[in-house]
């Protein structure tokens, strides 16, 4: 744990030690050139300015303290070069600062830079699948830590990321925009426009989200690159992490129910309602996104979910080379079982059962520890959500320890008008992981 604290330390303040190398270079060079000219400039000039200051002391100070005067007139001139050295510097640094961020108040830039080091030498983590489930995490993760990857599912193909998809031929935006706006660093008002979805009256704009049709504009701009164009809405809402799609081609799902019927595409499996025996990628052998591969072999910690199981969760792993890079990774692996259950997807589903539907479809062991929430809704929520064809995730704790895997169970769930984990709850169990 120290070995992976220093090395982590070392690696977020290269920056900084490079720029101070840079300044002690600079320091060595001046004093080196200073020495080599020191006879024919710098030696002159300072014995003319010392026989000046003598001649202007001693006309009101007695000859035998003449000395001993200069003396505290050359401190007294160090003092105050250093004093106004240090602010003009601090002056410099305010101004550049408030220029390149208004928003930032004088008194916070001190507080800002602290806890930017810290998170910046935060453990490294990477989180995987889509939807709700997967933003909500990263609310919570991104309070600990910086070095987030959020490796996020690409086969939506209902809404605006669906008409986006079939209109530009690009990946569907819509579980990348959630990830860019939960570890958003930007103002309240970039990130509500992000989120912001037209309405009916907004003609052929209805049900678009202005995210998605701001990815969208990127990706045209970027010339059909959409990795460029996570990476510059990254850089406008200054996220704290990075987002990585699964894959950056574009692919479906396929899923064979218990009836043996066949049914193609997110938002029809989710429809059909059927009980789903396995399910697939269509093409099934896309190529693996190098970063995400490269994060999982690099991270300190392994989140898996929450999120729909069948839509979210498991199409990411079905993604080929994830499976793998999971399987050989060091890092603790944690998969986060929902809360609550998901209409035609894991209707009165247990949280073992969760477990189960991963293991049928990945068929390799991609985690350790299983996250079942404890606590129980009240009754008025529970009857809401019954009408919608939703139920509580009864945590079956003995089941799942029985097939081998490590629980751990809390209160995790956060409770409104809608039942969802707490992010910052779920996000400091998590990483209390790396203190085993």
């Not at 979210?312 to 603790?332: D, K, N, Q, Y």
Request: aromatic fraction near 6%.
């Amino acid at each position: 744990m120290t070995n992976r604290r220093v090395r982590t330390l070392i690696a977020q303040t290269r920056g900084l030690q490079m720029a101070i190398g840079w300044t002690l270079v600079g320091i060595l060079l001046f004093l080196v050139g200073s020495a080599l000219s020191f006879q024919v400039v710098i030696r002159p000039l300072l014995t003319g300015l010392n026989v000046l200051s003598r001649n202007l002391f001693a006309v009101v100070v007695p000859k035998d303290q003449l000395d001993l005067a200069t003396h505290f007139l050359g401190g007294a001139f160090l003092v105050l070069g250093l004093f106004f050295l240090i602010l003009g510097i601090r002056q410099f640094v305010l101004h550049l600062i408030r220029t390149l961020n208004p928003a930032l108040g004088e008194a916070k830039v001190g507080e800002v830079y602290l806890r930017r080091q810290k998170l910046a030498q935060g453990p490294r983590i990477v989180a995987l699948g889509g939807g709700t489930g997967l933003s909500t995490l990263l609310r919570g993760l991104k309070v600990h830590t910086s070095n987030i990857t959020a490796i996020v599912t690409v086969t939506d193909d209902g809404g605006s990321s669906g008409r986006l998809s079939q209109d530009m031929g690009m990946i569907p935006p819509g579980d990348i925009r959630n990830c860019l706006v939960a570890l958003a660093d930007a103002e309240k008002a970039m990130t509500d426009l992000f989120q912001h979805r037209f309405k009916k009256e907004a003609g052929s704009l209805s049900g678009h989200s202005m995210g998605n049709l701001l990815i969208a504009a990127l990706v045209d701009q970027s010339r059909g690159d959409f990795e460029k164009a996570v990476d510059m809405a990254s850089n406008v809402l200054a996220i704290r992490g990075r987002v990585v799609p699964s894959t950056l081609e574009r692919v479906g799902l396929r899923a064979i129910l218990d009836t043996g019927e066949e049914i193609c595409g997110e938002t029809a499996i989710v429809k059909a309602g059927g009980k789903i025996r396995r399910i697939y990628l269509e093409p099934p052998d896309v190529s693996p996104q190098q970063a995400a591969l490269d994060a999982i072999a690099q991270a300190d910690l392994i989140c898996i979910g929450p999120g729909s199981v069948y839509t979210s969760v498991i199409p990411t792993l079905l993604v080929p080379g994830i499976t793998e890079a999971l399987r050989t990774a060091r890092a603790p692996r944690a998969y986060i079982c929902n809360v609550m259950t998901q209409p035609g997807e894991s209707d009165e589903f247990a949280a073992s059962e969760h477990v189960t539907a991963v293991q049928v479809n990945v068929e390799k062991r991609v985690f350790d520890y299983v996250v079942v929430n404890t606590a129980m809704p009240s009754s008025e929520l529970l009857e809401r959500y019954l009408k919608e064809g939703q139920h509580f995730v009864e945590p079956d704790i003995d089941r799942i320890r029985a097939t081998g895997f490590r629980v751990i169970q809390g209160d995790f769930m956060s409770e409104s008008n809608v039942v969802r984990h707490d992010p910052m709850r779920l996000a400091a169990r998590l990483i209390a992981l790396l203190q085993r």
